[in-house]
């Protein structure tokens, strides 16, 4: 035994024990081998093989990724399919084979290059974004023939912890949740789009783990601790002894939960906060109703387009804002628009190469230089808005005049719909993401043109403090209670409160349990979290009086320094709750459970 302790964030709750594989993105190492006339049959053989088996492969993805998010964003499994049939692609290869005598991995990558070449030269924008499908095709046929047939989808199918370096959001989007039990990865931090992605699916994970592909070998057993931020490789009978009794505090703690599920979140002196959930996929809609969460306060639409690579049209949009809307009724769904740009960029749109992309061409900035796409998403958001409570929310809103010309847009498309007599909720609530500090700065003046407020620190805190939320060097400076931001938060309150609007908050600081004393007293009327987080937190507001709540934040408004921010509130929780499972967002290791 050489049990191996290795120290992360915990960014998803959850144990799990189980098996390793790692998910390393292998360069392709593909050499040139000129065969005999007597080789060709045989090295024809293995290519159709290889075709067939990564047929099957996509076909097993495309049934997945059709259970999970529906049958328009598993299209783009039938182009790849298509292109495994290709006379370009995998008919020049066979011709490469039989009449140039190379080998099968050289002859598929020398007919992709060719492919491609064609390709960028038509110059054209359906043409530029299959490049990106190409690519994917090629890559599985390559690794299929080099494994002699076998193909990279099918073979990790039983359930197991993952690890890798990273994960883009588009294949957290696409994680078969049903084998991937755990996820272990050398980058990312707390607010990662790929962390709150795991904490909505349900999979518990630790990131920011250096060198974890090199620390833990395939098919090791490990324990993964999301709770705590650790990783335990390989661990001896004690440690399995202790997380056997972890789990069961846990489980316990979870049948507590479950008791106070359907009840309101409302505190000992009679204070109602709404608690909401923030999805990404519509697959997450099954999980909502055993939340106990009252809505959805944060619809991030972008993952349609992550999930399937490919810009979601009209009616796809549609039917799945008009699935959610259905969902929740009466409660309320608030869609966001799309939140495209830093690191959220689907294979299917250009996005120019920037230094900054957090400060470069993001969400509604994205939006109002793409009118057409911009447009198509109002209109399926509008025709949705008979189908339940659904309401629009404009993300990364920066000043009066950038929101004018999103209102002005709204409006062109209600008059539109109008025009072709299609119906749409004359009653419709618009509200905006406040998360850059210029719209906390004219908070006053912006409360005066929507319907609702929504403060996202995720942004909100990197970028009052100029921190990366992605960048793990500096993840020590990201301070979601931070002064600075509890002011714009505050600031944020006071502005709508004069304005007579409501105010939320769905950042992930929404779901720590050490904040939540704070943000109450703040005054927020909702919180909107990961839908598994929602127990915890209701069970927390339930046990506390926002008497209490109002008297210490005062106390920490008076404070200057993040550090004893933290302090006081870490203090304040373990007083109340010092005795409970609670998990704790990036908890430092040892922290309270
Ligand atoms: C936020 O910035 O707090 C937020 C909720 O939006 P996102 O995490 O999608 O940027
Ligand atoms: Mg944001």
């Known amino acids: ?76 499994f039938e182009a790849h399919l298509l292109m495994l049939e290709d006379p370009m692609l995998t008919g020049r290869a066979r011709e490469i084979i039989s009449q140039d005598h190379m080998n099968a991995d050289f002859a598929l990558l020398s007919a992709m290059s060719e492919v491609q070449q064609a390709f960028r030269d038509v110059k054209d924008d359906f043409f530029l974004q299959r490049l990106v499908d190409l690519e994917d095709v090629g890559r599985r046929l390559i690794e299929s023939i080099q494994s002699g047939g076998e193909d990279r989808g099918g073979s990790h199918s039983g359930p197991h912890i993952l690890i890798a370096e990273d994960l883009s959001p ?96 409302c505190t000992l002196d009679g204070h109602e906060v709404e608690l909401s959930a923030n999805i990404e996929l519509p697959g997450e809609l099954q999980h909502l109703e055993l939340s106990g969460a009252n809505g959805i306060g944060l619809f991030r639409s972008e993952y349609l387009f992550l999930a399937a690579d490919t810009m979601p049209g009209e009616e796809t949009q549609f039917r799945e804002y008009r699935r959610a809307a259905r969902a929740v009724h009466p409660r309320r769904l608030i869609v966001r628009t799309f939140d495209l740009g830093g690191d959220k960029q689907p294979g299917g749109m250009k996005f120019p190469h920037e230094a900054n992309p957090f400060l470069g061409w993001r969400a509604i900035r994205v939006s109002l230089d793409r009118p057409a796409m911009f447009r198509t998403q109002l209109r399926a958001i509008l025709r949705a808005s008979v189908e339940g409570n659904v309401q629009l929310m404009f993300p990364m809103i920066s000043g009066v005049a950038e929101l ?48 609702f407020f929504s403060i996202g620190t995720n942004d909100l805190t990197q970028y009052t403090l100029a921190v990366d939320r992605n960048n793990h060097t500096v993840a020590h400076l990201y301070q979601g209670l931070h002064p600075a931001v509890l002011r714009g938060i505050r600031m944020t309150v006071e502005a709508a409160r004069r304005a007579g609007i409501w105010v939320g908050l769905c950042g992930e600081l929404a779901s720590d349990p050490a904040a939540l004393m704070v943000l109450l007293g703040l005054g927020l009327d909702e919180l909107s979290l990961s839908p598994v987080l929602v127990p915890e937190i209701k069970l927390l507001v339930r046990s506390l009086r926002m008497e209490d709540c109002r008297t210490f934040t005062q106390r920490v408004l008076a404070m200057s320094d993040a550090d004893e921010i933290h302090a006081a509130c870490d203090e304040a929780l373990r007083a109340q709750f010092g005795d409970l499972p609670l998990w704790r967002p990036g908890a430092p290791r040892g922290d309270n459970r």
Request: charged fraction near 30%; charge should be neutral.
């Open 170 to 265: 588009s294949e957290a989007a696409c994680l078969d949740t049903k084998s991937v039990i755990g996820l272990v990865t050398e980058k990312g931090s707390q607010t990662s789009h790929t962390a709150i992605l795991c904490r909505s699916v349900g999979v518990p994970a630790v990131v920011g783990v250096p060198n974890a592909l090199e620390q833990i070998k395939e098919g090791e057993v490990c324990i993964l601790d999301g709770n705590q931020g650790l990783v335990l490789v390989d661990p001896d009978s004690s440690t399995m002894l202790e997380y056997s009794a972890r789990r069961r505090v846990i489980a316990g703690f979870q049948r507590d939960l479950d008791r106070i599920r359907g009840e309101r979140a």
């Open 1 to 76: 035994m050489r049990e191996i302790r290795i120290e992360g964030i915990g960014v998803s709750p959850g144990i799990v024990i189980g098996e390793v594989r790692l998910h390393a993105r292998r360069r392709l190492m593909v050499r040139p081998r000129p065969l005999q006339e007597e080789q060709i049959p045989g090295e024809l053989a293995r290519f159709e093989q290889a075709i067939e088996k990564s047929r099957k492969g996509i076909l097993k993805l495309s049934q997945m990724v059709r259970r999970r998010l529906g049958s328009d964003s598993a299209n783009i």
């Open 404 to 451: 004018r010309r999103a209102l002005t847009e709204l409006d062109k498309v209600k008059a539109e719909l109008d025009a072709e007599g299609v119906a749409w909720n004359r009653e419709l609530k618009t509200g905006i993401m406040i998360e850059v500090p210029s719209a906390v700065l004219v908070a006053d003046q912006l409360a005066t043109m929507v319907d």
